[in-house]
């Protein structure tokens, strides 16, 4: 009874933490940028600034309730609070950081898609949204190389803070000279394509580049217990922020324009910064710092290891470590699926809505929908869920409902928009709740290299690998006028098939959560000792 009292105690104010973090990261901060936040973004003011006042009084009425417990009990507990409060803050703030950046992505991929698939000033033929996916990928290992670089002169705290202003900076110049190409006459439409085509790689690889590192710190503060808790509330968190944001999409769109929300993204990306940079300070201030085993590792590492190339650095990896070889197998046959969902999708978006404008609203109303359905999914059925399920059968079964609404979609005479909306909403939902999940359980019983250098090949160039040849593929039977709605469908189909056999031979190298539990402790241990 006492230990269960202790651990409701526990995580009540652990989540009440949580939810005051985003008030105490911008009253931080706010002589930088807190006027200007309120004025960008009134409408998500009152969501990132909840009153901070009654955190104090609150965390006194609490402890005033655990005086009364009886004993030495609420002192020890008191103890072991103090000890996980850092810990707890660190995470809070890296979760504003992953919230805000997934939020300001909202903008860039609403804008971005909306210019790249105008009649006026994008790209008109229906090859060119595949062929344009397809060139992501080597457009991705660039970012990758240049992240290898900053991780392995400067450790991840610094290489975070270096691509996310790298993000902000590049975000800008692009909008400014896409209104400047827009706006001046005279200039050659082969420049402003030219720019449009950049703008759109990068938006497809540099999201992927920022929230697995935000990741990859949760999940090495984190222990895999601890992760299975609390996971899907920190998705969750997102997913509201990146509803609240997409649904904003409409409203602010006649007033800024699709290069003003492009802009905003800076902004949100700016207070992403400094939130994620003081999460890695707290980690640094009180020793629980994931750049540690980085640091013990680089001293026993020999000469030989120390002039190995990053490539065959990562073929090392991967064949030390055969549970990221199954990873980056799953990650190619889901990113094939979605590849092939998203052109069927904007295919029948750019037939049904012709104007710029409102098909950049609709698919911001689609997003915040799919955020607003992931974050229902991730607070109130997730967490339960979690306690007594497995990974590795979630990672079985994931697959089946997908596989029947392929199947469906295949057999339906008609393919309208509201059908493939659908099935996109589907597969975007399971996207960003379940296997969000899951997904970042797999790194946490894995080395330091595994979950910043495995992690970041699969999630950047992996990922963008399978999105890049599935799109080539698209785009060449595209081109040769074999592919339509219907053919689509039917590809997605084989895809979801294929994806099934993914996940199931993932599922063999996954350990249970007692095990993933048991080896993250002796990591922590022989971290420790060191």
Known sequence: AGESLDLAVHDMLVAEQMSSIASLALHQHKSILLSTAVAALPSAASFILPPSAQRVSKQKLRASQLDNIDGEKPKMLSKQLEKLTPRVRSIGYMAIAMALHFGGYEFFRNSCLAIFTSSETGFSSAAAFPLANALVSPFS???????????????????LRHTTLFSIVFIAIAAASLNLCHSMTGINPIVGKALIGITFLFQNSYQYLLY????????????PEEGARWFASLGGFSS???SIMGSMVPVLLPRTGLYGMMALTCLTLAVCLICSDRAYALAEEHHFDPAQQMKSKSKTASKDEHKKHRIQKAIDLFRRVPTLGALFCEVLSWQSLNTILGV????????????????????????????????ILQFLVLPSFMKFAEPKWIWRTMPII??????FQMMQPEKSLAL???????????????????????Y?????????????IIGVFGSRFGKSGMSLIVSALTALGWTNLPGLCRLSFGAVAVWQASTIWLSGFLLSQKEAQAVAEEQRRKEKSQ
């Open 141 to 159: 290992l660039l970012l990758l190389w240049g992240y290898g670089r900053e991780l392995d002169s400067k450790g991840p705290r610094v290489a």
């Open 420 to 442: 493939l909306a659908a099935v996109m909403f589907l597969a975007k939902v399971i996207d960003y709740s379940i296997r969000a999940v899951i997904y970042v359980m797999v």
């Open 344 to 375: 069927a999708f904007v295919s029948a978006l750019k037939a049904t809505i012709s104007d710029d404008v409102a098909r950049s609203a609709y698919t911001g109303r689609f997003y915040s929908y799919v955020n607003g359905a992931s974050a």
């Open 240 to 242: 509201i922020v990146c």
């Open 444 to 456: 946490q019983p894995l080395d330091f290299e595994s979950r910043y250098v495995g992690k970041e």
């Open 402 to 407: 997908p596989l029947a609404v392929c199947f």
């Open 212 to 223: 697995t590192q935000h990741w990859s710190f949760a999940g090495s503060v984190l222990t």
